[in-house]
């Protein structure tokens, strides 16, 4: 593995040890070259995805991305990281068993909003607003007036 600070391609495994419910492999690396300590994750994948965007581009499945995208619409909500990780494992989990190697960003899009909606409405509201591309203040109230009532 090479060191993400010098670039040197010799690190040393220092710690290794099973994360996410024995889902991922965490290790600690050590630099010789500069001295630095850097965390690695292990995970497997069943198969390589590639996104295919409204406009036809295609990209890798960046497991990154929808995290950082759960992490914003729950930011200052009360949900730990352990839980967006599962719900990121879950997703991917979920897209690779569908069969195919090419997935349309609306079906994650989709299935990301399913997640928010279990685990924090005012998450899902954040997420939708910005997936659905709400221009006015009435997009919004249509859209919460046709959710179901908060218990």
Same mark, same amino acid.
């Given at each position: 593995?090479?060191?993400?600070?010098?670039?040197?391609?010799?690190?040393?495994?220092?710690?290794?040890?099973?994360?996410? #419910?024995?889902?991922?492999?965490?290790?600690?690396?050590?630099?010789?070259?500069?001295?630095?300590?850097?965390?690695?994750?292990?995970?497997?994948?069943?198969?390589?995805?590639?996104?295919?965007?409204?406009?036809?581009?295609?990209?890798?499945?960046?497991?990154?991305?929808?995290?950082?995208?759960?992490?914003?619409?729950?930011?200052?909500?009360?949900? #730990?990281?352990?839980?967006?990780?599962?719900?990121?494992?879950?997703?991917?989990?979920?897209?690779?068993?569908?069969?195919?190697?090419?997935?349309?960003?609306?079906?994650?899009?989709?299935?990301?909003? #399913?997640?928010?909606?279990?685990?924090?409405?005012?998450?899902?509201?954040?997420?939708?607003?910005?997936?659905?591309?709400?221009?006015?203040?009435?997009?919004?109230?249509?859209?919460?007036?046709?959710?179901?009532?908060?218990?």
């Amino acid at each position: 593995m090479r060191c993400p600070f010098c670039g040197q391609s010799d690190t040393q495994v220092k710690d290794s040890r099973p994360t996410e #419910e024995n889902a991922a492999i965490r290790r600690r690396r050590f630099c010789p070259g500069c001295g630095s300590r850097f965390t690695t994750f292990e995970r497997v994948q069943l198969r390589e995805l590639t996104v295919v965007k409204k406009d036809g581009r295609k990209t890798v499945f960046d497991r990154d991305k929808v995290a950082k995208a759960l992490q914003v619409a729950l930011r200052k909500r009360p949900v #730990e990281q352990d839980k967006i990780e599962r719900v990121v494992n879950g997703l991917q989990r979920r897209l690779e068993s569908l069969g195919e190697t090419e997935v349309p960003s609306k079906v994650i899009g989709e299935m990301i909003m #399913e997640a928010l909606m279990e685990i924090d409405k005012v998450a899902y509201v954040r997420f939708a607003s910005v997936y659905k591309n709400f221009r006015e203040a009435k997009d919004f109230e249509d859209f919460v007036g046709s959710l179901d009532p908060i218990e």
